[in-house]
């Protein structure tokens, strides 16, 4: 099994969230639940650039846990969420992540950015 190498997984809600991450940070996220084997379950894979702990609190309600990593920039958490995208293909995301706008950024696991301006 693939593992997301990201901390957690943590409750979702407002006080785990809080607990978890202390600072405003750039960081990745995985959301999703625990299976009867104690195993995560990502079911959708995000990031902020700048605030990880607001992008999660948006998130309460979606699934029961998630698991994180911060970042000290975000080109570091877009490539994580790339790298964790494609690892997962988890069925809450539909869509490529976008890189922040400005940014030629390009994923590490494919050429899709490479076409886009």
């Known amino acids: 099994m693939t593992e997301t190498r990201l901390e957690g997984p943590f409750r ?16 990745t996220f995985a959301i999703g639940h625990v299976d009867h084997l104690g195993r995560f379950v990502v079911q ?7 605030d990880l ?3 999660l609190r948006n998130k309460i309600g979606a699934e029961p846990y998630f698991k ?4 000290g920039t975000p080109k570091e958490a877009f490539e994580k ?5 494609h690892a997962f293909q988890p069925p809450g995301n539909f869509l490529h992540p976008e890189r922040p706008p400005g940014t ?3 994923c590490p ?4 950015m490479s076409f886009r301006r």
């Open 109 to 112: 696991c494919c050429l899709v």
């Open 104 to 106: 030629d950024w390009k």
């Open 12 to 27: 979702l809600t407002v006080d785990e969230i809080d607990s978890a991450i202390g600072a405003k940070t750039a960081g």
């Open 81 to 85: 969420e790339c790298e964790l995208f």
């Open 44 to 50: 959708h894979v995000g990031r902020s650039d700048s």
């Open 53 to 55: 702990r607001a992008q």
């Open 68 to 71: 994180h990593l911060c970042f």
